[in-house]
């Protein structure tokens, strides 16, 4: 809930509410219906889980060393790839190719000029100073009033405006043709495509300002509002640029193109860093993307502080606190490693798999932890102890992973890419979180008493 994205918002206040929901009914209907069912007899049998969980014991405590450099490789590594992890996707990508709307994307991106738009907003020179005008023209005897005179304002826009004017469509077209030439770029419209339109019937010669005037005031008001008004405001003094990105161009990254244009504005064509504005669904989609990595850092970071505080009032030691919370980390980072390993970009439902696998981890990190510290209150060993938990709550903690990591796989046979992402990811982070709770922990926890 302090991502900033609105969905991933959502996302968090749907698991608070469903979490409420479950702690209610394990702990009053729960009881409730095992209370009205008639006892059962249990028969002993044997169970391949236990050699499992067994297994996991035996690692833990023979192998203690060789767990801390197993575990110590993978935190390195995923650390590695984590420094590889990005946001950059195209949403093309998210569907998969035998898809109607993977198909129809690629029509509208190959065949239709781009799919993602991208305005940019051109202001007049700061420094421009607009001419005022101090009188109308009242010699008439050159000139027929009704053709010349504009009845609602003496405003010349082609000799008052900033855009409006012969000289600066050298400027428009520089733009434009700069835009056509980047290869991210499909169709580009600007002021520069009404131009050429009014030169072809202009019999190709070049239009002079005058020409422009004359033009805009006596042109009627709906092909104003087709050749004129997109692209130009009222005062001619503000200009718009738009063209649609390749959503489908293999190495498409927004957030360099849309520096790249802007300094190539300034650099390149001289235009003023004031002048230039860039805005539309590209640079709406880019910010989302950018603020995935800076919400996956905060959010962990408040997650794992959460967590840190609550272990400390439920174990009332800072140790205990400290290692409890080491699985869910390892977990977490394997995962985002992993993504980062295999150049798979965080997407608004990839980002929430970390936060997951830190919930549900730290859950089997505290059913463990419990069981441990009650072993050792019986004065038991300490390789008993572990094995004792193992035998127990290591049953417990298994048969739950297992049964979410199967939950999340089905996520799998879905047609929607980041789905399928969403539910292998959470899959593999809870098998990480398993194995870490399961020989990782008890490790550590031997290694703190043995130290005490």
């Known amino acids: 809930m302090v991502a900033g994205i609105r969905p991933v918002i959502d996302f968090g206040w749907m ?113 421009y100073n607009q001419p005022v005008v101090i009188s109308d023209y009242d010699d008439e005897e050159f000139f027929e009033e009704d053709f010349f005179e504009d009845e609602t304002s003496t405003y010349d826009i082609g000799g008052d405006s900033y855009w409006y004017n012969s000289y600066r469509l050298k400027t428009i077209d520089s733009i434009h043709n700069y835009l056509e030439s980047l290869e991210e770029a499909g169709k580009v419209v600007s002021f520069s495509t009404t131009m050429e339109v009014l030169k072809t019937l202009n019999d190709d010669e070049e239009i002079d300002t005058f020409f422009l005037s004359l033009l805009y005031k006596k042109v009627p008001d709906d092909v104003r509002e087709a050749l004129f008004d997109p692209y130009l405001s009222t005062d001619g003094n503000q200009l718009r640029i738009s063209f649609r990105v390749f959503e489908s161009y293999p190495e498409l990254q927004r957030n360099k193109l849309i520096e790249k244009i802007n300094r190539d504005l300034i650099e390149t064509i001289g235009l003023k860093p004031s002048q230039v504005k860039l805005t539309g669904m590209l640079v709406l989609y880019n910010n989302v993307l950018e603020s995935l990595i800076r919400s996956q850092i905060l959010t962990i970071g408040v997650v794992f502080l959460a967590i840190t505080l609550m272990f400390l009032v439920l174990f009332r030691s800072l140790k205990y606190a400290l290692i409890a919370i080491v699985p869910s980390i390892i977990a977490s980072t394997s995962v985002l490693g992993l993504m980062g390993l295999l150049n798979i970009p965080l997407d608004i439902m990839t980002i929430t798999i970390a936060a997951i696998c830190i919930g549900i981890g730290v859950d089997h990190s505290i059913h463990y932890i419990h069981r441990f510290r009650e072993e050792l209150e019986n004065n038991v060993k300490l390789n008993e102890a572990i094995n004792n938990a193992h035998a127990s709550t290591g049953q417990a903690i298994y048969f739950t992973s297992i049964i979410i990591v199967i939950g999340f796989s089905i996520l799998g046979l879905s047609n929607f890419i980041p789905t399928i992402y969403f539910g292998v990811f959470t899959a593999f982070a809870m098998m990480i979180a398993l194995i870490a709770n399961l020989t990782l922990l008890p490790v550590l926890l031997m290694k703190m008493i043995r130290v005490n």
Do not use: C, H
């Not at 009053?28 to 007899?41: D, E, G, S």
């Not at 590889?84 to 093309?92: G, R, V, W, Y």
């Not at 198909?103 to 020179?125: F, K, M, R, Y």
């Open 15 to 127: 698991m608070l509410i469903s979490m409420g929901a479950i702690f209610v009914m394990v702990f009053l209907f729960f009881p409730t219906a095992l209370m009205n069912l008639k006892k059962i007899q249990i028969v002993s049998t044997s169970d391949w889980s236990q050699k499992i969980t067994r297994g996991f014991a035996r690692v833990a405590t023979s192998k203690a060393n060789e767990t801390l450099l197993l575990f110590f490789i993978i935190a390195t590594v995923s650390a590695y790839g984590i420094t590889k992890l990005t946001a950059e996707n195209q949403f093309i990508k998210a569907f998969k190719e035998d898809t109607e709307i993977f198909q129809g994307l690629s029509v509208i991106d190959n065949q239709l000029g781009g799919t993602t738009p991208l305005d940019i907003i051109i202001e007049a020179d700061p420094d």
